[in-house]
């Protein structure tokens, strides 16, 4: 395993800024990947990495509330409560910087696991808000393009 550079805005842009690529087969390197983005967010002392984080162009999410790694190859939400609220957020790709985000309390999030078999997960709260961070990740959206307010404000 490795630690991974994590992109930071102004760095590469393009990358943070397009919608990454399905992953259309979960390969050895993929596999790879995943493991690495993992041991980059521990490193980082974050909760959640895209893979666009790191430069890579792929539909793939690690997350960790501290419940254990999730890794999600090509995920999508599925069902969001209508139930939202504002709380704060931060970005490894944004150090340094928090501001409040309204989010969707309850989220199911469909994606494969680094098996390919199919993941279904009942996500709510922290967790909840973490997936819609990441997955935003995925089609190019920063935190910073729904915030409410800056922290301190």
């Known amino acids: 395993m490795a630690v991974l550079n994590i992109v930071k805005v102004g760095e590469n842009d393009e990358v943070l800024r397009q919608r990454a690529q399905e992953v259309t087969k979960v390969t050895k390197k993929i ?86 078999k199919i993941v279904k997960i009942e996500a709510s709260d922290f967790l909840a808000r973490a997936f819609q961070h990441e997955l935003d990740h995925l089609d190019g959206i920063l935190f910073t393009d729904k915030i409410e307010e800056k922290e301190g404000d």
């Open 31 to 116: 596999q790879k990947l995943i493991k690495d983005m993992i041991e980059t967010m521990y490193e980082a002392d974050g909760v959640g990495l895209a893979a666009p984080q790191i430069g890579v162009s792929k539909r793939i999410i690690v997350v960790d509330i501290g419940e254990g790694p999730i890794a999600l190859i090509n995920p999508k939400i599925i069902e969001m409560s209508p139930e939202q609220e504002i709380d704060v957020e931060g970005c490894l790709s944004i150090p340094e910087f928090q501001g409040y985000v309204k989010r969707a309390k309850h989220v199911v999030v469909q994606g494969l696991d680094e098996k390919e």
